[in-house]
């Protein structure tokens, strides 16, 4: 395993973490650019352009895209987050070149008007479908409460009327000063070859134009939610009722960061744990949970619930009185030591995939420069103690100000929000 | 990388391959028992006895099995086939042995009284829950009819009738059997201390008693369906039609496995096949493909469709004209190349995963007792020609003898079948 780095003459960042016994590379363009870099009249702009992306270069139509991925059998695909736009594949050795051949051209899309178009309409309808599906868009709804004015607030997908008002030239300008070489990093996992890497990057993102990059954090980052209170979403049909609330946390620079995973897992994982053996195990709720969520300049506990409509304010409460049982009477060591080893066991069986680690690896470098081995992340979840989890409960209360969101059937005499 | 293996006095064989590099630790009971090594008034024993597996032993509660392997932080599972029953947890090197131990117990369970009437009511809502999804049970059904009264033909499932009327003795019985020492294999992937893995089987399971183990093969095995035509399903509230059609392909031992399986991703693979750019991209079907499965002494080639009702049979028609032009005119070098390319990065980038690796290596040695590393399968894949695949589109021609079973809305005036 080894980490490996060149900065090209305009500003391109290549990075590699290289593993011998790896069969197959993953390598990936991660544009640092997402929903918190847009401003309002460029709403969902950043999602739109990855779909754009598949569309064709001047010289390549997407047909011709999809044609040369499928002769090379790679596993091709892109998202769009709020910090990140990733467009990766994971290919045989010997298709390294090919591969990153294919994603650098595509990194200079034609944009086309008559392609936006057409897929303006693809995304639109996936906003109405993101919209009628559980939770219903509560989960961007909730953030929006909780950042307010903050551009965390802003959801990745946009909004019908910012799509539809979005012109084509807006979208041009937006990839020229986002996928500047500045903003962009070419990665690569598994079993690369670093030379031959960074000599594509030369001959095909060496004439890329830098455009100075701004600072993305924004100060203020609230810890207390821009719109407080239980917000509702109502949809008659649904079948059960979904609530979530977001909470203040650490982000991502934090040294805390782990241990507010590790807090959550012991408070709210899936399984095995407090909001489980109270909630889901009994069958009082579907599905009751905790995870923490970081970002460059803030961070998030956000709680889940779906639960038979009638329960859901009852059963919301339970879980402020189990958090503030943790924070009151503390946790023990036992759960520490379990939630530790699912923590480890995540991490370990994550990072031997090649083309996971890319995202990790990527991700991580884009957002602050530093490499971490799977081996270096093990150490500090496995240096986690009890008094760090303990120190995070008391510091940001998962049950303390928060935004929430609770979307069902509503009852009775409750109109549509 | 190493293949280490391991026979106890009592017959119960203990593999693992080992990663010099992997951070994670993978076990598995492989139980060489499914479908097809049950009677008539056992149908569905296997697959029942995998849930109650779970429920605990005459020592452990289920409750406690669970709480067990969450202290763990354990990824653990457990799947049943036509031919194989499996349990698997992937956990850190250090729990190796607990893991093992856990594992080890649960092969012989209680199988309470109580604990198998609760449970009998899960399988029944789980069979009818299967009926009511698409495709509704028509690759049940397809194999069923194609099959006849080989013992391939049984659902993993079994039936409603046939699980009310099962005894927890005959459950009893089947598992005294099935999961003797001579039927089951433990197997390891990923970072394994071989020697403490034969002592923990040495110590948990040395005690198992021997049975003798028959010839689960069975004569005769079908190259044309018992059933032939196009059965229907009929379900008013389908949005969809779906089709199944199954014909004879090269059995697991056949030396054309691979050659078949090139075939399938040629003429119908998910993306980038001759029904892909014929019938899905278009937009003419949702989907549709062939894929190649095989059994211990069976084989198929199965075609999928799904696709709106009305279109339904001049689709299948259209394939089979796909399937029977492949044969007549032959297929090109450039379309093997890019299949060969598609399956290699398949077999690598699975192979990466020790979790991924315990099912390859134990299914392998449970059917034929042979070790193949990623790279033997590699190899296989990479040698493989436009020859081999002709020759296996000559003897086997996927648009042969069938049966085809179409699930959907329905025709007006037809009647649920």
Chains 1, 2 share one sequence.
Not at 251 to 271: F, N, Q, W
Request: overall charge negative; some cysteine; glycine content about 8%.
């Amino acid at each position: 395993m080894a980490f490996l780095h060149e900065r090209l003459d305009n500003g391109l960042e290549v990075i590699a973490e290289t593993t011998e016994s790896a069969l197959s590379t993953s390598v990936g363009f991660f544009a640092m650019t997402g929903a918190r870099d847009e401003r309002d009249d460029l709403w969902g702009v950043s999602h739109f352009l990855e779909h754009m992306v598949f569309k064709g270069t001047a010289d390549l139509s997407g047909d011709d895209i999809n044609r040369r991925f499928d002769a090379m059998g790679a596993s091709v695909n892109a998202f769009t987050g709020e910090e990140d736009t990733v467009y990766y594949a994971a290919v045989l050795p010997r298709q390294q070149h090919e591969a990153v051949d294919l994603l650098a051209r595509m990194m200079r899309p034609a944009l086309r008007e008559e392609d936006f178009a057409t897929e303006k309409l693809v995304i639109l309808e996936e906003i109405r479908m993101y919209d009628d599906q559980p939770p219903f868009g509560a989960d961007d709804r909730c953030r929006a409460s909780f950042f307010g004015r903050h551009p965390l607030g802003r959801s990745v997908l946009g909004s019908t009327e910012s799509i539809q008002a979005l012109p084509v030239e807006a979208m041009r300008d937006y990839h020229r000063r986002r996928y500047a070489p500045g903003t962009v990093v070419l990665a690569a996992s598994g079993a690369v070859d670093f030379p031959a890497l960074v000599e594509s990057a030369r001959r095909l993102c060496g004439d890329w134009e830098p455009v100075p990059a701004g600072d993305r954090r924004v100060p203020g980052v609230p810890r207390a939610p821009a719109v407080g209170g239980v917000e509702r979403i109502v949809r008659p049909a649904a079948a059960l009722a979904y609530a979530v609330r977001m909470a203040a946390g650490p982000a991502e620079p934090d040294p805390d960061r782990y241990a507010a995973k590790l807090l959550a897992v012991v408070l709210g994982d899936s399984s095995g744990s407090r909001l489980y053996w109270a909630l889901v195990d009994p069958g009082d709720a579907e599905q009751a949970s905790l995870h923490h969520q970081d970002f460059l300049d803030a961070g998030l506990f956000v709680t889940q619930l779906s639960c038979d409509a009638a329960d859901a304010e009852s059963l919301l409460e339970r879980m402020l009185g189990i958090y503030a049982e943790a924070r009151n009477q503390g946790i023990d060591t036992r759960e520490v030591t379990q939630a530790r080893n699912k923590l480890a066991g995540r991490v370990v069986l994550g990072g031997e995939r090649p083309r996971r680690r890319l995202f990790d690896v990527g991700l991580e470098w884009s957002h602050s420069r530093t490499y971490r081995s799977v081996a270096d992340t093990l150490r500090i979840v496995e240096s986690l103690t009890l008094d760090d989890v303990q120190r995070v409960l008391s510091a940001w209360a998962p049950d303390g100000p928060a935004a929430t969101v609770l979307a069902g059937p509503g009852a009775e005499g409750e109109t549509s929000a």
